[in-house]
């Protein structure tokens, strides 16, 4: 499997590459989890833009959010893999992947995500700790769960 990944800002994108990241965004946040919301929220030009693609297709994306706009951390969202390539199971790579960037970006932060609650044990085996109780975001549960800085 030869999985491409490449980081971008949102004004180095093409306009076919940001389409393509907003279709599948909106397949996955919107339609498949049934989630009425504001997809685009304002943090993409404050954002950096992990694109995963296989064969030329988009297959998995997450962005990192600059610390101070969402949560104090940095922070990793959007994580998402299209409904093509769920069955590769590259999520946890995905994830790996903008850790790795995260940390080297922001030295010694932590990181701060947003999670569904149901992805608790995905997240906790990356090393990210819950803070704070289960809260509604947009009729889906989520947790804030926090990776401490690396030592």
């Not at 929220?41 to 997450?62: I, K, T």
């Not at 409904?83 to 932060?109: D, M, S, Y």
């Amino acid at each position: 499997m030869d999985l491409q990944f490449k980081w971008n800002r949102l004004e180095d994108f093409t306009a076919l590459e940001m389409y393509e990241v907003i279709k599948a965004r909106e397949a996955v946040f919107i339609v498949e989890q049934t989630c009425a919301y504001q997809e685009a929220d304002g943090l993409d030009p404050h954002s950096w833009h992990l694109r995963v693609s296989l064969n030329g297709e988009l297959a998995a994306y997450a962005r990192v959010v600059e610390p101070g706009l969402k949560f104090a951390e940095p922070s990793i969202g959007r994580v998402m893999t299209t409904a093509k390539f769920r069955n590769l199971k590259i999520g946890h790579t995905l994830v790996a992947k903008a850790i790795a960037f995260t940390e080297e970006k922001f030295p010694g932060q932590s990181i701060r995500i947003g999670a569904q609650a149901h992805l608790q044990g995905f997240y906790g085996s990356l090393r990210f700790q819950p803070v704070g109780d289960i809260y509604d975001e947009d009729g889906i549960p989520h947790i804030e769960m926090v990776k401490p800085a690396p030592r």
